[in-house]
């Protein structure tokens, strides 16, 4: 086994392989008596031994657990074969060799997305003997256990294992699984949006530990993530290229890479594929995705598998916008069913990569509102389950799929928010470019366009999340009425709802001043402030706020307003004692035409950040849809001037 392990190291697995098996058809002839043939298959052999008791796929199971290690991607067929080995034992002894085998025929299964009762089983089945187990788990057992969690839940859900067999095989000296675990705690951070400048240091001190362990395929692996991390930094000689002054993409793929090495090449190939992505570069693109369609990695159960899929996928989507695919290609197809099976049963870490194919798909196929949703459900779940970076992408594609419709508030919105992740991340040059597609960085616009007084104790609910869709279809609304009664009547109704209020007020410019226009709240109850009512005149609102906000043009948020003593200088706030309100100006073309006024009686903080955004949005095409309706009114009165002159022309020369 020692020899095996060694071998498995260097990256040398056909030769791991032979020894193993050699070793293995030694102790199966020699255990199967002299009438045992010379050239037996090891593993059949093996099965004609009698094992009631379990001892024998025990006693086996650190050699056949080296095996396993050298034939999981390459040599599905013999990984199969061998995971078989440890199955007498699995419901005969509660042993460290037999829960690493529970996980390892669960991972096995992994490798087909269809297969998902018997991952579970094998992973429930594992949990319980551990649950059972008195000896400390070792380093395969805690490695084959985490990688097996994306499968099963959230990746993040892997980092203590991994982390546990990165210390527990430096106690054992099982050098090989603490560096694989180094490999996969480096790839599993960056998936999750852990900041990159201090991941570089890990990864750092990482490859250091691998001048000493010398496992050929995770140094390889840790090298590509590192210098990943540079390229998301801006620190490579190009945004898509692994080189800099101390590494040479070229000679490391032509030296470190290969088919003996099928981990660290697929990792190599995702992370070039997400920089394409990344940076929209078209070049070299279709070789990428030729190379992903031969990549051994997605026969295996490894999340690096289904990555080379998706950001294939992805690729072949952006290639779509030029004509350069189109979405018949089988690999579109191949990756919508792959991840689709796996976000059946892991929800967690595969629902929003099933979504945002989808919603590139309808984008492609010319389906707004189905795209919207589903660019909103792929947002969700990557920030619900912590894909920092596949959120941030998710982010992007929306904000490009709304500026090309036209809708350039929520495009604004979606990038301002891809710019923020970005940056959040540490990938500078990605949030640099984000920022010149703005026109400014986006963190500093984002600072800017912040409300004055709002206030946030706490993140945003799962139920306050911008519902796009609804978005646009009250923009959609808003668009469609050209008459100012009829839109005066629909405002207050659609931003009622979508903001989360119990009231609204609409206050507009008139001739001779501003007006109240319509006061509404959904359950019916009068209304407090009096239509046509001049602002300086006006009961049932907050007129010394609202005039702050037509003046300055600075909305106001007021979590607690009862409490707050700057809303308490106005007086119906000090009558009502509200609890949640804002003002909002409605301005357009730097012209104020009005305001909103929104109050919330039954809950503080009522209008949370994802309300605020969807009121900015909302706001900015009801101030579109008001001069569209005051510029149809002129046209309509002038129309009406001209027909009255017409007809008094005509009665006149009829009279002559």
Not at 492 to 507: D, F
Request: with cysteine; hydrophobic share 45%.
């Amino acid at each position: 086994n020692a020899q095996v392990s060694l071998l498995v190291a260097a990256g040398d697995n056909e030769a791991a392989i032979a020894v193993g098996f050699a070793t293995l058809g030694a102790v199966a002839r020699a255990l199967a008596g002299p009438d045992a043939p010379a050239d037996g298959d090891p593993i059949e052999l093996l099965s004609t031994i009698g094992d009631e008791d379990g001892s024998l796929a025990t006693t086996l199971g650190p050699l056949v657990g080296s095996l396993i290690v050298a034939t999981g991607i390459s040599h599905l067929d013999l990984f199969e074969r061998l995971t078989g080995v440890l199955l007498p034992s699995v419901d005969r002894a509660v042993t460290v060799q037999t829960i690493t085998g529970c996980y390892i025929i669960g991972f096995h299964c992994s490798a087909d997305p269809e297969a998902a009762d018997a991952i579970l089983r094998w992973r429930r089945r594992g949990d319980e003997l551990l649950a059972e187990l008195d000896a400390e788990p070792d380093s395969q057992l805690l490695f084959s256990r985490a990688v097996l969690a994306h499968q099963c839940g959230d990746l993040s859900d892997a980092i203590p294992d991994l982390e546990a067999a990165y210390q527990r095989g430096l106690v054992e000296g099982k050098f090989i699984f603490t560096s694989f675990a180094c490999s996969h705690l480096l790839l599993n951070k960056i998936l999750l949006g852990h900041p990159l400048e201090p991941l570089a240091a890990e990864a750092d001190r990482y490859l250091a530990l691998m001048q000493i362990t010398r496992v050929a395929s995770a140094t390889a692996t840790q090298r590509v993530s590192r210098q990943l991390i540079a390229a998301l930094r801006g620190e490579t000689a190009d945004a898509t290229s692994l080189s800099d002054v101390n590494f040479d993409e070229e000679r490391f793929v032509r030296a470190s890479l290969g088919d003996d090495i099928p981990f660290a090449s697929g990792w190599h190939l995702a992370g070039k594929l997400l920089l394409a992505l990344l940076h929209r570069r078209e070049a070299g693109l279709a070789e990428l995705v030729a190379a992903a369609r031969v990549q051994p990695i997605r026969g295996s159960g490894f999340i690096v598998g289904d990555l080379v899929v998706f950001y294939a996928a992805l690729a072949i989507a952006l290639m779509c916008e030029r004509g350069g695919a189109d979405l018949s290609d089988p690999m579109f197809a191949e990756a919508r069913a792959r991840l689709r099976a796996r976000a059946a049963y892991s929800p967690e870490t595969y629902r929003h990569m099933e979504a945002l194919l989808d919603a590139e798909r309808r984008r492609l196929r010319d389906d707004p509102l189905g795209a919207i949703d589903a660019y909103d459900r792929a947002i969700a779940s990557a920030e619900e389950h912590g894909f920092l970076a596949h959120a941030a992408l998710a982010h992007e594609l929306a904000g490009r799929f709304h500026a090309v419709g036209g809708r350039n508030s929520l495009s604004r919105l979606h990038l301002h928010s891809a710019g923020a992740a970005y940056r959040r991340w540490g990938a500078d040059a990605k949030a640099d470019a984000i920022g010149r597609l703005l026109g400014g960085r986006p963190d500093a616009r984002e600072s800017s366009s912040r409300p004055r007084r709002a206030r946030s104790s706490s993140g945003p609910r799962a139920s306050d999340r911008v519902d796009l869709a609804s978005v646009l279809k009250a923009s959609q609304a808003f668009s469609s009425l050209v008459a100012l009664d009829d839109l005066i009547a629909r405002i207050l109704v659609i931003v009622v709802e979508n903001a989360g209020a119990e009231r609204g007020v609409l206050l507009l410019e008139e001739n001779d001043g501003i007006r109240v226009m319509a006061d509404f709240a959904p359950d019916g109850r009068p209304p407090l402030a009096t239509a046509g009512a001049q602002l300086h005149d006006a009961r049932g609102i907050p007129a010394v706020l609202l005039r702050e906000v037509i003046v300055t043009g600075e909305p106001q948020v007021f979590e607690n307003a009862a409490g707050d003593p700057e809303a308490l200088r106005d007086a119906y706030v000090r009558e009502y004692q509200p609890r949640s309100l804002i003002c909002m100006p409605i301005t357009h073309q730097a012209v104020t035409l009005g305001a909103l006024y929104l109050e919330n009686n039954l809950v503080t903080g009522a209008f949370t950040r994802p309300r605020l955004e969807v009121l900015r949005i909302l706001v900015t095409e009801i101030a579109i849809a008001l001069e569209n309706a005051r510029h149809y009114a002129q046209v309509r009165r002038a129309q009406a001037a001209a027909e009255a002159a017409n007809q008094a022309k005509s009665t006149f020369l009829a009279n002559m």
